[in-house]
């Protein structure tokens, strides 16, 4: 079992940064940042896996956000740039112990999911 605990999210202005971090209780196969946004289903947002670090990042947010991982500290980070309006959401951290095949975009792959962090932008 993999318990996840999401810090730092917050109020922000349009074009600032912030960064999520997401500590797991034990290591996982992959990781990865949902997003739901008010009125809206979950999206996928970035994913790494644990042992070679590849990521995978929505498209709405390549150039903006990066996935990043340490390995020490069995922790994923969420770096995000210049943030808009529409990033507002609940930024939920993800988890799968399962290794091998499965869409890293598919909420169905990962077995554990934290409480989520509230990120909001405001022009």
């Known amino acids: 079992q993999v318990q996840l605990v999401e810090s730092g999210g917050g109020l922000v202005q349009t074009g600032d940064s912030l960064r999520l971090s997401c500590a797991a209780s034990?290591?996982?196969?992959?990781m990865a940042w949902f997003r739901q946004a008010p009125g809206k289903e979950r999206e996928f947002v970035a994913s790494i896996t644990w042992n070679f670090g590849i990521t995978y990042h929505a498209d709405s947010v390549k150039g903006r956000f990066t996935i990043s991982r340490d390995n020490a500290k069995n922790t994923v980070y969420l770096q995000m740039n210049s943030l808009k309006t529409e990033d507002t959401a609940v930024y939920y951290c993800?988890?799968?112990?399962?290794?091998?095949?499965?869409?890293?975009?598919?909420?169905?792959?990962?077995?554990?999911w934290g409480q989520g962090t509230q990120v909001t932008v405001s022009s």
């Open positions: 034990g290591r996982a196969s992959r």
């Open positions: 993800a988890a799968t112990e399962t290794s091998g095949g499965g869409a890293p975009y598919s909420e169905q792959l990962y077995e554990y």
